[in-house]
């Protein structure tokens, strides 16, 4: 029997958490001192590769913040063992019925909303699913919200409103790693059972401190001091798409690598829908639409049909029993984590 085994994340006895013993030492991080000192944060640094950039040529700027760009994959790179871990806790969170809760502010807080706001169509998965909060709330998307960052009681009552529970898993996303608002959210979160984790681009930061697993994408001073929506952002981007996909992957919401879960809402999606089924099937193209419009649309259940011969009532009932693992679907197989 196909199984999909993930890492098991230490036990606690509490749902309650207090912050992990091996920091018992340090102070709360919602009343962390220094963090107004920005000289020892990496991404606060001048860059010495583009001193002078004021005098450059366009050509000359465009290389250099290319020659910058190219140091977030490699950056991105060195975390993947902490990357792995929390992919597996939010595809188990997820299973679980629990939820994946961003917390960020600024860029991060947008990067955030964005891969947020992109799992439904992608994965068909619910918005409650996957949600994000951010200082200043979903207005500050589009302009910025500076004051509210510097909160971390803002921070508290914000997550505090989507009630976080041990089946939930809240990740902070910031640049510096001491965004208070971010900090401060995660702090609560996590004492109240949650699952926590942090995206940060800094070492050795208030956020880390309350967070169960630490993502640190190190790429450096930005070509711009401070300007942490070029380069932090991108490593932020690349981290989060693989948080989802992985999570989304290894619930089953992908098979091979196609986007099986497609969400059919305008005619560029129900085109890939058509396509993937063409390709998953070896099949024509009418045979798959028949297929589609047989399936009430679903190109999870018109995949099941096809592949495992089976009709619309048996591959809903597959489906059901590997809580939407195509793959196990197919083997009529039963998901154990």
Same mark, same amino acid.
């Not at 918005?127 to 509210?148: E, H, R, T």
């Not at 380069?231 to 798409?241: D, P, Y």
């Given at each position: 029997?196909?199984?999909?085994?993930?890492?098991?994340?230490?036990?606690?006895?509490?749902?309650?958490?207090?912050?992990?013993?091996?920091?018992?030492?340090?102070?709360?991080?919602?009343?962390?001192?220094?963090?107004?000192?920005?000289?020892?944060?990496?991404?606060?640094?001048?860059?010495?590769?583009?001193?002078?950039?004021?005098?450059?040529?366009?050509?000359?700027?465009?290389?250099?913040?290319?020659?910058?760009? %190219? +140091?977030? =994959?490699?950056? $991105?790179?060195?975390?993947?063992?902490?990357? *792995?871990? @929390?992919? !597996? &806790? /939010?595809?188990?969170?997820?299973?679980?019925?629990?939820?994946?809760?961003?917390?960020?502010?600024?860029?991060?807080?947008?990067?955030?909303?964005?891969?947020?706001?992109?799992?439904?169509?992608?994965?068909?998965?619910?918005?409650?699913?996957?949600?994000?909060?951010?200082?200043?709330?979903?207005?500050?998307?589009?302009?910025?919200?500076?004051?509210?960052?510097?909160?971390?009681?803002?921070?508290?009552?914000?997550?505090?409103?989507?009630?976080?529970?041990?089946?939930?898993?809240?990740?902070?996303?910031?640049?510096?790693?001491?965004?208070?608002?971010?900090?401060?959210?995660?702090?609560?979160?996590?004492?109240?059972? %949650? +699952?926590? =984790?942090?995206? $940060?681009?800094?070492?050795?930061?208030?956020? *880390?401190? @309350?967070? !169960? &697993? /630490?993502?640190?994408?190190?790429?450096?001073?930005?070509?711009?001091?401070?300007?942490?929506?070029?380069?932090?952002?991108?490593?932020?981007?690349?981290?989060?798409?693989?948080?989802?996909?992985?999570?989304?992957?290894?619930?089953?919401?992908?098979?091979?690598?196609?986007?099986?879960?497609?969400?059919?809402?305008?005619?560029?999606?129900?085109?890939?829908?058509?396509?993937?089924?063409?390709?998953?099937?070896?099949?024509?193209?009418?045979?798959?639409?028949?297929?589609?419009?047989?399936?009430?649309?679903?190109?999870?259940?018109?995949?099941?049909?096809?592949?495992?011969?089976?009709?619309?009532?048996?591959?809903?009932?597959?489906?059901?029993?590997?809580?939407?693992?195509?793959?196990?679907?197919?083997?009529?197989?039963?998901?154990?984590?």
């Amino acid at each position: 029997m196909p199984t999909l085994t993930m890492t098991e994340p230490t036990p606690t006895e509490n749902t309650e958490r207090t912050p992990r013993a091996d920091r018992a030492d340090k102070q709360p991080a919602s009343t962390y001192r220094g963090l107004d000192d920005l000289s020892s944060l990496i991404t606060e640094s001048p860059n010495t590769a583009s001193e002078g950039l004021d005098t450059k040529s366009a050509i000359e700027i465009a290389r250099i913040v290319a020659h910058e760009d %190219a +140091k977030v =994959a490699a950056a $991105v790179k060195k975390a993947l063992p902490e990357i *792995a871990i @929390v992919i !597996d &806790t /939010v595809a188990r969170s997820l299973r679980d019925g629990g939820r994946l809760i961003y917390v960020g502010a600024g860029s991060s807080g947008r990067i955030a909303a964005l891969d947020a706001s992109e799992c439904p169509p992608t994965f068909s998965t619910s918005p409650a699913q996957v949600q994000y909060i951010m200082a200043g709330g979903p207005k500050a998307l589009a302009s910025a919200s500076d004051v509210n960052e510097d909160s971390p009681e803002i921070g508290q009552r914000d997550i505090a409103r989507r009630r976080p529970t041990r089946k939930d898993i809240v990740i902070g996303v910031s640049a510096s790693g001491r965004t208070p608002y971010v900090v401060g959210a995660v702090e609560y979160a996590r004492a109240r059972g %949650a +699952k926590t =984790a942090c995206v $940060v681009c800094n070492s050795s930061t208030p956020l *880390a401190d @309350v967070s !169960d &697993t /630490v993502i640190i994408a190190e790429v450096g001073p930005e070509v711009i001091s401070g300007s942490t929506r070029m380069k932090a952002s991108s490593a932020q981007k690349m981290v989060l798409n693989m948080i989802t996909t992985g999570a989304m992957t290894r619930l089953g919401y992908v098979y091979e690598n196609l986007m099986v879960n497609v969400h059919m809402k305008n005619a560029k999606l129900v085109e890939r829908g058509i396509r993937v089924l063409m390709y998953v099937c070896n099949i024509d193209r009418d045979t798959a639409i028949r297929t589609i419009k047989s399936a009430g649309k679903s190109i999870p259940i018109a995949v099941v049909m096809l592949k495992a011969n089976v009709d619309k009532m048996e591959a809903v009932r597959r489906l059901a029993k590997s809580d939407g693992n195509v793959r196990l679907a197919i083997d009529d197989s039963r998901l154990e984590l």
